[in-house]
């Protein structure tokens, strides 16, 4: 049932699985299933972040969330404790990890555990977000926006990123970040995932909000933070204090913010016209205004933009390989 191959490569058997029907065999009653988790956390607690045989086990471990999805909360309280958010190998390390575990999940029709350890994960997301590196933001970005809808079985997580975080602390501090493509990708996902959310709670209600079309109230947000944004930007007010909710710094990036975040709407209303069942991969704004272009859509968007270079949202695999190009 599970092996320890000559490579070293930790493998579950393929009784798992049979004729791509999942085996509802209940393999913790298994004699000796019990012992091999257990060995399968200790290895991991025993191996080194920059130790690639790692890799191996968080691949061997997403097999176990076949047949006990609440084992997920063990590994995130082994694997995000010890990640250095300071060190880009550790945090890539640790996204190859949450990228298999939920694949595997997802592949597999499994929801998420209603115990995984949330604060935990958005302790985590939120240490990321205060550091402020590109390739962490990068590699978050792309995880959320590959998965966020997986956790929609669990309204409180729901709450706390969407309400708290998306739309709240971060809100402002991404929709004008300095990093082109980090400002990009932020829009997408307000786009393409926010507005898939049923229910969100915010901080500044005390109640949950119901709605039929969350993107309308996503974007009655949007209007009324930007309308006062630009106020701010074009009559700076005598009270500071209203000057108080976002970094004044960040004023000179709304006119083209708004711009860009404006084209990703217009793709969204294009898309959605076409293949509303699924989203597009993350895509770039140049690639996103030539498809527009191309498709006759106009947007009085296309003349405020200005795109520095073509950009391209790395995936895991292309920052691992570019980081390791640098470092030799």
């Known amino acids: 049932m599970f092996c320890l191959k000559d490579s070293g490569k930790c493998e579950l058997s393929d009784a798992l699985r049979d004729g791509g029907v999942f085996n509802p065999l209940i393999w913790w009653h298994v004699p000796g299933y019990t012992l091999l988790t257990r060995e399968l956390l200790r290895i991991m607690e025993r191996s080194s972040t920059s130790d690639d045989r790692e890799a191996e086990f968080s691949k061997a471990s997403s097999k176990f969330l076949l047949t006990d999805p609440e084992l997920l909360s063990e590994y995130l309280s082994i694997v995000i404790p010890r990640t250095s958010a300071h060190s880009e190998k550790a945090v890539m390390h640790l996204f190859e990890c949450l990228g298999e575990w939920w694949k595997t999940l997802k592949e ?53 990123l969407i309400g708290e975080k998306i739309l709240g602390s971060w809100f402002f501090h991404f929709f004008l970040h300095w990093d082109f493509k980090i400002r990009c990708t932020f829009y997408q996902i ?33 209007k009324a933070n930007i309308n006062t944004m630009s106020s701010i930007h074009t009559n700076p007010p005598c009270d500071p204090s209203l000057n108080t ?14 711009a860009e975040y404006q084209c990703y709407e217009e793709y969204k209303l294009f898309w ?18 030539a498809t527009l272009k191309k498709n006759n859509v106009e947007s009085e ?17 292309e920052t691992s390989m570019l980081k390791a190009k640098e470092i030799m």
């Open 190 to 222: 307000l786009a393409f995932q926010v507005h898939k959310q049923e229910k969100v709670i915010h901080p500044m209600f005390n109640y949950e909000e119901e709605l039929s079309n969350i993107q309308s109230w996503v974007e009655a947000k949007l």
């Open 245 to 258: 909710f976002f970094n004044s710094n960040l004023e000179i990036y709304i006119p083209k913010a708004l």
């Open 272 to 289: 959605m016209q076409r293949a509303p069942d699924h989203n597009p991969s993350l895509l770039s704004l140049s690639d996103i205004v």
């Open 108 to 160: 597999n029709s499994i929801p998420l555990p209603e115990s995984l350890n949330i604060d935990l994960l958005i302790e985590c997301f939120n240490i990321l977000v205060e550091i402020d590196h590109h390739v962490s933001l990068n590699l978050l970005f792309v995880f959320l926006y590959s998965h966020l809808q997986s956790f929609s079985t669990i309204p409180s997580f729901k709450t706390k």
């Open 301 to 317: 968007a296309f003349e405020k933009i200005r795109i520095p270079r073509p950009q391209v949202l790395m995936s895991l695999e």
